[in-house]
T-cell receptor, first 113, second 114 residues
Framework: DAGVIQSPRHEVTEMGQEVTLRCKPI?????LFWYRQTMMRGLELLIY????????DSGMPEDRFSAKMPNASFSTLKIQPSEPRDSAVYFCASSLGRRYQAFFGQGTRLTVV | EDKVVQSPLSLVVHEGDTVTLNCSYEVTNFRSLLWYKQEKKAPTFLFMLTSSGIEKKSGRLSSILDKKELFSILNITATQTGDSAIYLCAVGSNYGGSQGNLIFGKGTKLSVKP
């Protein structure tokens, strides 16, 4: 299995632009998580899906952030409009059922200038 | 508010030393505690602990959970430069009866010098 696949690996954008991050979970996993990692705050859960349904989005910073999971093999995290404080590494992870061994993608390093 | 606290935040040792990393937590509906190792990229899974007092071992690494005192330790013996990484502790909880999620500590940055 190729593992959790995220794209792009790096994104540099100007403030105010829309950014879309993509994730393909491991086939067969039914839980998908979006995390954001910064030096100051560490790893923070933004949102997680179970069977394609958003279960907890309390970690989403504000209305500028939105996430979708249209099917079991694809999810997006969108930031519109982006701001410099959104600069971070965004990780997608997936897990199988009630096993909490989440497998992480390689992350997308987002820089908003 | 649920929280996971790791200590120390950073640690510098020499090859061959033994280190102990700490993780304490306050989480409602505790389900499991996990340790991850993060080098340059994504966190990679090390251990999952659900029961108190049962040590998990993998080579030079071992971990144990104390659910009464709400903490876990990760031990690394005979450290090597390849052990240099950020070690993350995460606690899995049940949330509203659903699959739950992981709450991460800020990590311990371990540097092993030759």
């Amino acid at each position: 299995d190729a593992g959790v696949i995220q794209s792009p690996r790096h994104e540099v954008t100007e403030m105010g632009q829309e950014v879309t991050l993509r994730c393909k979970p491991i086939s067969g996993h039914n839980s998908l998580f979006w995390y954001r990692q910064t030096m100051m705050r560490g790893l923070e859960l933004l949102i997680y899906f179970n069977n394609n349904v958003p279960i907890d989005d309390s970690g989403m910073p504000e209305d500028r952030f939105s996430a979708k999971m249209p099917n079991a093999s694809f999810s997006t995290l969108k930031i519109q409009p982006s701001e410099p404080r959104d600069s971070a590494v965004y990780f997608c992870a997936s897990s199988l059922g009630r096993r909490y061994q989440a497998f992480f993608g390689q992350g997308t390093r987002l820089t908003v200038v | 508010e649920d929280k996971v606290v790791q200590s120390p935040l950073s640690l510098v040792v020499h090859e061959g030393d033994t280190v102990t990393l700490n993780c304490s937590y306050e989480v409602t509906n505790f389900r499991s505690l996990l340790w991850y190792k993060q080098e340059k990229k994504a966190p990679t899974f090390l251990f999952m602990l659900t029961s108190s007092g049962i040590e998990k071992k993998s080579g030079r690494l071992s971990s144990i959970l104390d659910k009464k005192e709400l903490f876990s330790i990760l031990n690394i013996t005979a450290t090597q430069t390849g052990d240099s990484a950020i070690y993350l502790c995460a606690v899995g909880s049940n949330y509203g009866g659903s699959q739950g999620n992981l709450i991460f500590g800020k990590g311990t940055k371990l540097s092993v010098k030759p």
